[in-house]
């Protein structure tokens, strides 16, 4: 078993997770992987940080398959023992003038960016080494989709005390309410992308609180963060962040010092604590 550092970054083969896999590869003391969907995207993102003389290696990762999850920490127990930075950062959204109805893209975006990251946390969590660090990336959609909530959901994402399960809860009404037409009359805002990052970060919180009741001696640190609005197929060529920019908070999370005892169950953005 290797005693090398390992760091794991989830949809990785472009855009920001792609930046974010550069810069650990210059700045983590261990071994980065980068996950696609797509064995060959992810061969070749591999083989174009090669010519810029960074060493990623590759491991498929589907976070919308739990098999594909499971193969991955499996990897991770037997090769190294565990996990030392996790970077959630797998999402999707749709285009502003998609045709897709609305209980689509509800659907469609919570299994990847809500259920798709909870299911890779469910997995990976336990095997994070004492001292490792999540970083969740979420979005500031998710703040400002909690504003456009009722007054019933904000105080039920806000609060200290909400379950995973309860939260798991909500997210499913949300799907459910949109495929019947009924999301904003439920109190709902009209984004999927914004609730999908609201459970984002709500789950941020939640994980956090867990670590802290479950495994306070490990001093596992755990948050989520906004990179921005950043050029990539998602936000389009006219955001203002380039990729690497974007990198720069998630990254910051990842390479917290291992005496640093915050932020923990935070959202961050711009490097810095925001209120939730």
């Known amino acids: 078993m290797s005693s090398?550092?390992?760091?794991?970054?989830?949809?990785?083969?472009?855009?920001?997770?792609?930046?974010?896999?550069?810069?650990?590869?210059?700045?983590?003391?261990?071994?980065?992987?980068?996950?696609?969907?797509?064995p060959g995207r992810g061969q070749e993102a591999v083989a174009k940080l090669q010519k810029e003389g960074l060493h990623a290696l590759f491991h498929q990762l589907?976070?919308?398959?739990?098999?594909?999850?499971?193969?991955?920490?499996?990897?991770?127990?037997?090769?190294?023992g565990g996990l030392n930075v996790l970077v959630n950062n797998a999402g999707i959204a749709f285009k502003v003038h998609d045709t897709a109805p609305f209980a689509?893209?509800?659907?469609?975006?919570?299994?990847?960016?809500?259920?798709?990251?909870?299911?890779?946390?469910?997995?990976?969590?336990?095997?994070v080494k004492p001292y490792g660090k999540v970083v969740n990336v979420s979005s500031v959609a998710g703040s400002s989709a909690l504003g456009g909530c009722s007054q019933e959901l904000?105080?039920?994402?806000?609060?200290?005390?909400?379950?995973?399960?309860?939260?798991?809860?909500?997210?499913?009404?949300?799907?459910e309410d949109a495929k019947e037409?009924?999301?904003?009359?439920?109190?709902?805002?009209?984004?999927?992308?914004?609730?999908?990052?609201?459970?984002?970060?709500?789950?941020?919180?939640?994980?956090?609180?867990?670590?802290?009741?479950?495994?306070?001696?490990?001093?596992?640190?755990?948050?989520?963060?906004?990179?921005?609005?950043?050029?990539t197929d998602m936000a389009g060529p006219k955001a203002t962040k380039s990729p690497d920019e974007g990198a720069e908070t998630p990254v910051y999370l990842a390479l917290l010092p291992s005496d640093a005892d915050g932020p923990h169950g935070q959202f961050v953005s711009d490097k810095t604590v925001r209120t939730w």
């Open 181 to 231: 037409g009924v999301h904003q009359k439920e109190g709902w805002p009209n984004t999927a992308y914004g609730v999908s990052k609201i459970g984002v970060t709500v789950l941020s919180r939640i994980q956090a609180r867990m670590l802290n009741e479950k495994r306070k001696g490990d001093h596992i640190l755990l948050n989520a963060c906004c990179p921005g609005l950043v050029r």
């Open 104 to 127: 689509v893209q509800a659907e469609v975006t919570l299994k990847t960016n809500f259920f798709g990251t909870r299911n890779v946390c469910t997995e990976l969590l336990p095997i």
């Open 62 to 80: 589907d976070v919308d398959e739990l098999q594909s999850i499971r193969a991955l920490r499996d990897f991770l127990k037997e090769k190294y």
């Open 4 to 38: 090398v550092p390992v760091a794991v970054v989830t949809g990785s083969n472009k855009g920001i997770g792609f930046a974010i896999v550069r810069a650990l590869c210059k700045q983590f003391p261990g071994d980065v992987y980068l996950t696609a969907r797509d």
């Open 154 to 175: 904000q105080q039920k994402f806000r609060s200290n005390t909400i379950t995973e399960d309860e939260l798991v809860e909500l997210m499913t009404k949300f799907v």
